[in-house]
């Protein structure tokens, strides 16, 4: 995990004048000083310079070029299936015994309640509440976020606790107000199941008891294999220029320009995987009370943005119900504190069209149908190479 040094990086706001799009002017505030110069966040600053440079207005564009030539290499999937650890390879019955073990109840302490419970397949891997609910029916502290492309992740929780998707599979089972479960008894309830204790052994090879380590390995390989799946934007960004509507279209440049969402929606997971103070009201210290985080910093992980049309409701306190509530916020709704972070345009305001065209485009990020079978668990990553 990255140290005390996880800032957002220089004040970088968009704002236009006159028409929308006439102009895009990039300002840095030398109060802070940039913290990282990865790929992403460098892609990003290049392409609105060139913009900027060259004059391109999004009108002048979309008669010139392609609108989302720029944007290929920075939203387009990657070939290569997804990242795992070396101790913990994933192979298909791997994924497939962890799928059995996230819908299994035995897993908490009441026999009642999987990780399905809060993770539902047909909600995005999502619960649809406001917050998560605990085993004792009582509201949690924050926002059930969806399990899609994790594997690409470098933390892990809203506040990012977890280095790795194995120590975040673990934390909710054991978590006394979560599934509530102990060891002893989870590892008792499944070595009676003969058929379950093969799967095991075929998973890990050899003669290997069934063990905690073995449960949440299983479960992380399953975790891994979730890859959310193509949707109309990626047919757009891989030259489809018909897959999007003009609304949308106008609405990624939105996204892309005035609106500098893709400062922290960046990639093709659109998410810069760090934490930012986004300007919401609640008083949740986020990763301010993390280590490796600044004591008093109220940020958040940045969530991804794929399947967010089947996540709602939104923010890691679930605060803003619907996607047009999230636009409102970031158009004029923050809460201006110190630690508001500083790639917030605290300036920006958006027209009522403009606020649709970025809610359209963003829908264009999501399947039209949050299916329980579409893109999870596939199994065929563990074989390619």
Same mark, same amino acid.
């Given at each position: 995990?990255?140290?005390?040094?996880?800032?957002?990086?220089?004040?970088?706001?968009?704002?236009?004048?006159?028409?929308?799009?006439?102009?895009?002017?990039?300002?840095?505030?030398?109060?802070?000083?940039?913290?990282?110069?990865?790929?992403?966040?460098?892609?990003?600053?290049?392409?609105?310079?060139?913009?900027?440079?060259?004059?391109?207005?999004?009108?002048?564009?979309?008669?010139?070029?392609?609108?989302?030539?720029?944007?290929?290499?920075?939203?387009?999937?990657?070939?290569?299936?997804?990242?795992?650890? !070396?101790?913990?390879? @994933?192979?298909? =019955?791997?994924?497939?015994?962890? $799928? /059995? *073990?996230?819908? #299994?109840?035995? &897993?908490? %302490?009441?026999?009642?309640?999987?990780?399905?419970?809060?993770?539902?397949?047909?909600?995005?891997?999502?619960?649809?509440?406001?917050?998560?609910?605990?085993?004792?029916?009582?509201?949690?502290?924050?926002?059930?976020p969806s399990l899609w492309n994790l594997a690409w992740s470098?933390?892990?929780?809203?506040?990012?606790?977890?280095?790795?998707?194995?120590?975040?599979?673990?934390?909710?089972?054991? !978590?006394?107000?979560? @599934?509530?479960? =102990?060891?002893?008894?989870?590892? $008792? /309830? *499944?070595?009676? #199941?003969?058929? &379950?204790? %093969?799967?095991?052994?075929?998973?890990?090879?050899?003669?290997?008891?069934?063990?905690?380590?073995?449960?949440?390995?299983?479960?992380?390989?399953?975790?891994?294999?979730?890859?959310?799946?193509?949707?109309?934007?990626?047919?757009?960004?891989?030259?489809?220029?018909?897959?999007?509507?003009?609304?949308?279209?106008?609405?990624?440049?939105?996204?892309?320009?005035?609106?500098?969402?893709?400062?922290?929606?960046?990639?093709?997971?659109?998410?810069?995987?760090?934490?930012?103070?986004?300007?919401?009201? #609640?008083?949740?210290?986020?990763?301010?009370?993390?280590?490796?985080?600044?004591?008093?910093?109220?940020?958040?992980?940045?969530?991804?943005?794929?399947?967010?049309?089947?996540?709602?409701?939104?923010?890691?306190?679930?605060?803003?119900?619907?996607?047009?509530?999230?636009?409102?916020?970031?158009?004029?709704?923050?809460?201006?504190?110190?630690?508001?972070?500083?790639?917030?345009?605290?300036?920006?305001?958006?027209?009522?069209?403009?606020?649709?065209?970025?809610?359209?485009?963003?829908?264009?990020?999501?399947?039209?149908?949050?299916?329980?079978?579409?893109?999870?668990?596939?199994?065929?990553?563990?074989?390619?190479?």
């Amino acid at each position: 995990m990255r140290g005390a040094r996880e800032m957002p990086v220089s004040d970088v706001r968009l704002t236009s004048q006159g028409a929308i799009g006439n102009f895009v002017r990039i300002s840095f505030d030398r109060r802070y000083t940039p913290w990282s110069r990865d790929r992403v966040r460098a892609s990003v600053l290049v392409l609105l310079l060139c913009m900027v440079g060259l004059n391109i207005t999004p009108s002048a564009k979309a008669q010139a070029v392609d609108a989302a030539e720029p944007w290929r290499a920075l939203f387009r999937r990657p070939a290569m299936p997804p990242p795992a650890p !070396a101790d913990n390879p @994933m192979s298909p =019955d791997r994924i497939v015994l962890g $799928a /059995r *073990l996230l819908a #299994d109840p035995r &897993l908490s %302490g009441s026999g009642a309640r999987s990780c399905v419970s809060c993770h539902r397949p047909d909600l995005a891997f999502t619960d649809g509440r406001r917050r998560a609910q605990a085993v004792s029916g009582a509201p949690l502290r924050r926002n059930t976020p969806s399990l899609w492309n994790l594997a690409w992740s470098r933390h892990y929780f809203w506040d990012g606790r977890a280095p790795s998707l194995e120590a975040q599979v673990r934390a909710p089972i054991e !978590a006394a107000d979560e @599934m509530g479960g =102990d060891w002893p008894t989870i590892l $008792a /309830r *499944l070595e009676t #199941d003969a058929e &379950l204790a %093969g799967r095991f052994r075929t998973a890990f090879g050899g003669d290997r008891p069934i063990s905690q380590d073995a449960v949440v390995e299983a479960l992380a390989a399953y975790v891994r294999s979730l890859v959310s799946p193509a949707t109309r934007f990626d047919a757009w960004i891989e030259g489809d220029a018909g897959a999007l509507s003009e609304a949308e279209v106008r609405g990624f440049r939105l996204f892309t320009g005035k609106a500098g969402c893709v400062l922290c929606h960046a990639g093709w997971r659109f998410t810069d995987d760090r934490f930012h103070d986004i300007g919401l009201p #609640d008083r949740d210290p986020g990763r301010g009370a993390v280590a490796g985080g600044t004591p008093g910093l109220r940020a958040f992980k940045t969530p991804s943005l794929r399947e967010a049309a089947h996540t709602a409701p939104y923010m890691h306190d679930g605060s803003l119900p619907t996607l047009s509530a999230v636009v409102a916020h970031y158009a004029g709704g923050l809460v201006r504190r110190p630690g508001l972070a500083p790639s917030m345009n605290r300036a920006l305001r958006l027209r009522p069209r403009e606020k649709a065209d970025l809610v359209a485009f963003l829908r264009t990020l999501s399947t039209e149908a949050a299916s329980p079978t579409r893109g999870a668990g596939n199994s065929e990553w563990s074989t390619r190479r």
